[in-house]
């Protein structure tokens, strides 16, 4: 089974700035099945990312995601109110799906 | 797009079988390979995936749940469920149902259920 540890656990930033999460695997895989969705309270999770890097329906191309291997990141260029959320990475793989712990992104 | 939308009953005793049903609207179930998943989330904790199942009932399961959970699918009602049986507290959870594409794309609004006597 693949593990995913986040990092930051949490974000605290301001409307406008930079945001930089971090997702690593326990094992290298192919980036084909990283995924990466946001979730604010009450609500269920969005797919943001599938394939490491696509993004998916409807999603603003301020969501960016990169990298292969074991080391993954999602990137969003510059905060709206909106997007101040918790975000988790996902793996597909042999033993089927595993979710990383999530990143709360706040307002600082 | 698929919408989804879970029921079933919002609590159940322990050592019983919690048992969810996910309609589906919009698509036909047994017109893709698609699978369609169960997750969970426990109050304030983070996310589970269940099991996966298509609309010929091949399913996959986690690991760690294997034991415990059973997916069919109907395909004359265009639903999926989900049984686990042996539930305690642990299994407290909102139970999300959702469409499976090696990542999952569409997803049902949640059910909670809570597991106490």
């Keep these: ?108 | 797009q698929p919408q989804l939308q879970e029921s079933g009953p919002g609590l159940v005793k322990p050592s019983e079988t919690l048992s969810l049903t996910c309609t589906v609207s919009g698509v036909s179930i047994s017109s893709t390979s698609d699978y369609w998943g169960w997750i969970r989330q426990p109050p304030g904790k983070g996310l589970e995936w269940i099991g996966s199942i298509d609309y010929s009932g091949n399913a996959y399961y986690n690991p760690s749940l294997k034991s415990r959970v059973t997916l069919s699918v109907d395909t004359s009602k265009n639903l999926f469920s989900l049984k686990l049986n042996s539930v305690t507290a642990a299994d407290t959870a909102v139970y999300y149902c959702a469409r499976d594409i090696r990542s999952f794309d569409n997803w049902g609004q949640g059910a909670l259920v809570t597991v106490s006597s």
């Design chain 1, 1 to 108: 089974e693949t593990v995913l540890t986040q990092s930051p656990g949490t974000l605290s930033l301001s409307p406008g700035e930079r945001a930089t999460l971090s997702c690593r695997a326990s094992h290298s895989s192919s980036s084909n099945f990283l995924a990466w969705y946001q979730q604010k309270p009450g609500q269920a999770p969005r797919l943001l990312i599938h394939g490491a890097s696509n993004r998916a329906t409807g999603i603003p191309d301020r969501f960016i995601g990169s990298g292969s291997g074991t080391d993954f990141t999602l990137t969003i260029s510059r905060l709206e109110p909106e997007d101040f959320a918790v975000y988790y990475c996902q793996h597909y793989g042999s033993s089927g799906f595993t979710f990383g712990p999530g990143t709360k992104v706040d307002i600082k």
